[in-house]
């Protein structure tokens, strides 16, 4: 079985994430895998103060496969953050936020705003897959 935690802002850090994965070494069998997520990061955020918000990405060695979620509503900035994070960082793969309804999230066309541009966000989506 395949065990996946959704990313939670404020919830997800590294602490929450070795608690989960102490639980699960407990009670594990040999076909069972455990996925976690970081704390959402902004793209904005990360290219003009990346030491100010790259603490959300903080991971330990014992997470092999550990997902770097970013959030963004333009193009430029989630492409840079996306090559930054897998470049630098020993990250399995990078999600991209589309629910989170909050509405300072929202305001920079970022987390469920972007569903209401489909076609945007598609091609945001198109230009990082190309670049990655």
Same mark, same amino acid.
């Given at each position: ?39 959402? !990061?902004?793209? #904005? ?5 990346? =030491?100010?918000?790259? /603490?959300? @990405? ?47 999230? !929202?305001?920079? #066309? ?5 569903? =209401?541009?489909?076609? /945007?966000? @598609? ?10």
């Amino acid at each position: 079985m395949r065990l996946c935690l959704a990313p939670m802002d404020g919830i997800t850090d590294l602490a929450y994430r070795t608690i989960c994965k102490e639980i699960f070494m407990k009670y594990w069998n040999p076909a069972d895998e455990l996925m976690l997520w970081t704390e959402f !990061m902004s793209a #904005d955020g990360y290219i003009h103060n990346p =030491k100010g918000v790259v /603490k959300h @990405l903080r991971m330990s060695d014992f997470e092999p496969e550990l997902i770097a979620q970013i959030f963004g509503g333009t193009t430029d900035p989630l492409l840079k953050c996306a090559q930054d994070v897998m470049t630098k960082y020993p990250f399995s793969g990078i999600e991209i936020n589309m629910g989170c309804p909050s509405p300072s999230v !929202m305001k920079c #066309d970022a987390g469920s705003a972007m569903l =209401k541009d489909k076609p /945007k966000t @598609l091609w945001i989506l198109q230009q990082i897959h190309e670049q990655l």
